[in-house]
Each structure stands twice: as C-alpha cells, then as structure tokens.
C-alpha cells in the first residue's frame, strides 16, 4: 500500500512534468519575475503540497465521505481570510450561508460517526481546507 506522501510526491512530479511538456509544445514561456515565481511556488507548496497532503491523510482517518464532507468548508475558509485580511464585507446572506454550512458539517459529523470521530482527522480535514 502506498502512503499518502509518496501518493501526492508522485503525483506533483507528474503533474509539473506534463505542465512542463505542455509548455514546450504550444511555445509559452516562462515570463515569470522572482517575486511572481516566488508567490506561484509557494501557493503550489501550501496548497498543493501541504494541503492536499493533510486531505489525503484525513481520508485514511476519516474515510472520503467524511473527509470530503468537511473539506466542502474551503469557500467558507476563504470567505473568513478575505475578512480579515482584505477588510472585506460580510453580507447577512453570507453570514447566515456560513452558520448553514458549519451547521450541516456538525450535522452529518454528530450522525454519522458518533462515538468514530477521529479528532486528528477531522483537524487535517479542515487544515487541508484552509490551505487550498
């Protein structure tokens, strides 16, 4: 059985090997400045590397309903770290949207598996969520 690092380590290599190939063929280069170069490597390390990594763990844990079930909180992530790091807006719609999605994540988490719940699980989920 693989394991989940040597799953998301692969499937990088591959992934950047056809990016890298697709770029050769259609003639796109690489017009990137340091510093766009430096942001794009390290969105693709958190959240590709390090996130998905905490997904893939959290499935061994949980399972891929549950796993996925709370990483579907990712749009909330956002919506949380544009508030306070862009002073962006909450509107009541958005507010009450939020209080409906961790409602229905506690739901199906207190249902389904009381008593199984895995809390390191349930934490990787929600980490991997917060890094995509």
């Given at each position: 059985?693989?394991?989940?690092?040597?799953?998301?380590?692969?499937?990088?290599?591959?992934?950047?090997?056809?990016?890298?190939?697709?770029?050769?063929?259609?003639?796109?280069?690489?017009?990137?400045?340091?510093?766009?170069?430096?942001?794009?490597?390290?969105?693709?390390?958190?959240?590709?590397?390090?996130?998905?990594?905490?997904?893939?763990?959290?499935f061994l844990l949980?399972?891929?309903?549950?796993?996925?079930?709370?990483?579907?909180?990712?749009?909330?992530?956002?919506?949380?770290?544009?508030?306070?790091?862009?002073?962006?807006?909450?509107?009541?719609?958005?507010?009450?949207?939020?209080?409906?999605?961790?409602?229905?994540?506690?739901?199906?988490?207190?249902?389904?598996r009381l008593g199984?719940?895995?809390?390191?699980?349930?934490?990787f989920s929600f980490?991997?969520?917060?890094?995509?």
């Amino acid at each position: 059985m693989l394991g989940t690092a040597k799953v998301n380590i692969s499937r990088l290599f591959l992934g950047g090997f056809f990016l890298f190939l697709t770029l050769l063929i259609t003639g796109n280069g690489f017009n990137f400045s340091k510093g766009e170069f430096f942001y794009l490597s390290l969105s693709g390390i958190i959240g590709l590397g390090l996130g998905d990594w905490l997904l893939f763990e959290s499935f061994l844990l949980l399972g891929p309903q549950l796993s996925m079930l709370i990483f579907t909180s990712s749009p909330l992530m956002t919506l949380l770290l544009s508030f306070i790091f862009l002073k962006e807006k909450i509107s009541p719609l958005d507010f009450f949207g939020i209080i409906l999605v961790i409602s229905g994540i506690c739901l199906a988490l207190i249902k389904n598996r009381l008593g199984k719940i895995v809390f390191k699980g349930v934490l990787f989920s929600f980490l991997g969520a917060l890094m995509q």
